[in-house]
Every structure is written in structure tokens, then in C-alpha cells.
């Protein structure tokens, strides 16, 4: 499945792309990511925890980054995992460009995303509305690390921390009934009048013949 998701930071282009792509500073920021140093191949092993309801998910795997373009200020970024047992398997393929936008720079990841296991039993749309949450505080994350002195002291950054729990999923079934009643608002542009509501049922019941 392709997930495209964006987000905004205050910091200029050149030096935001320089900065994401150091993925030893950003790993903090990526909910329920743990990232070690890199192997003599450049890729990183590392692990990703996700608990959604009853089910957890961690995967063990490496990332690295296999283009760069600074011109473009475009990378890609490839990573695979597995989890114990080896039924859960996870790779993903996200390009990362970067755009001006104002005094500061647009992100924006297109991700290919192949998940096997239990995880690709919730469904795509579920997968994708997680995604976009885990992107959106991940960014905030991202923001005030960008914007630390490269001098800071790294325990008094912002980290992730732990996904999951029935928090997450609580919030991304509320944002989902949310979008349905605003779709179903939409079909009524003059609102709920009660006696085109009663016109309405009065039409299905000569449809049905019991009117």
C-alpha cells in the first residue's frame, strides 16, 4: 500500500534535509523506535514497537538510506523488519522530499508500505489513519529537535516514546467517525429539516409498499 503524508517545520530547507537525514538524530522522534549505530554497511539495525488494542508488534530489522540527492534534496529510505516468531513482516520504501515553504521547509514522505501478519488484518484505511497520527507527532518532535543548538544536551530533547495502547486506536476510530458524520452532513447541505426528513421516509415507504 502507498501512504503520502507531509508535514511543515520552521527550519530552512537545505538544513532541515541535512538534518533528517541524520537518522541517529530523528530515530528519537519515530514513535516506538529504537535505532543502534551503524554497521559497516551503513544501515542501522533496530527495533519498532507498536501496541494497538490487544495485539503488539515488535520488529527487529535494519534502515538505511540507499539515495541522496541534495540537489533535489530528495532521499530515499528503505528499511524491513520482522517480528519473534517471524509471522509479522514489515518493509517499507519512503522517498523524503524536502520543499521551501516560507521561512521554512514542507516534508513530504510517499511511502510503499508491505506489511504480512497479523497487522495487515486491520485493514489499510485503519493502517493508514495510524500512519498519519505516529507522522504528525512524530513532526512535532522533529521540530524542536531541528531547532535545538547542535550543542544541546540530548536528554533535554523530546523523544517519541512508546506507541500504542487503546489510546491510539481510540483516537484514530473517533477521527474516523468524525470524517463519516461530516460525509454524511454533506449529502444534506440544508440540514436535518424534519419535513424533508419525513418526505424522505415517505418516499422509501411507497418504494417498499408500506406506506
Excluded: W
Excluded at 524536502?98 to 504480512?116: Q, W
Amino acid at each position: 500500500m502507498r501512504l503520502i503524508d507531509e508535514f511543515t517545520i520552521s527550519t530552512a530547507p537545505d538544513r532541515a534535509y541535512q538534518m533528517l537525514l541524520d537518522l541517529e538524530r530523528v530515530a528519537p522522534c519515530v514513535p516506538g523506535g529504537e535505532i543502534d549505530a551503524p554497521d559497516a554497511a551503513g544501515a542501522y539495525p533496530g527495533r519498532v514497537s507498536v501496541k494497538l488494542g490487544p495485539m503488539k508488534f515488535v520488529y527487529t530489522g535494519r534502515v538505511r538510506i540507499t539515495e541522496r540527492n541534495a540537489d533535489a534534496r530528495s532521499a530515499v529510505v528503505e528499511g524491513e523488519g520482522r517480528a519473534s516468531g517471524g509471522a509479522d513482516t514489515a518493509k517499507v520504501h519512503t522517498l523524503m522530499q524536502v520543499f521551501p515553504e516560507g521561512s521554512g521547509s514542507r516534508v513530504v514522505m510517499t511511502t510503499d508500505l508491505e506489511i504480512k501478519g497479523r497487522a495487515a488484518q486491520m485493514g489499510q484505511g485503519i493502517i493508514a489513519d495510524v500512519s498519519r497520527r505516529l507522522i504528525r507527532d512524530a513532526a512535532a518532535c522533529i521540530e524542536i529537535r531541528l531547532a535545538a543548538p547542535d550543542a544541546a544536551n540530548p536528554d533535554d530533547l523530546p523523544t517519541a516514546g512508546a506507541v500504542g495502547g487503546l489510546g491510539l486506536m481510540a483516537a484514530v476510530m473517533t477521527s474516523k467517525m468524525g470524517d463519516s458524520v461530516r460525509r454524511l452532513g454533506g449529502r444534506r447541505p440544508g440540514g436535518d429539516d424534519p419535513a424533508k426528513m419525513g418526505g424522505e421516509r415517505a418516499v422509501k415507504g411507497a418504494d417498499d409498499g408500506t406506506r
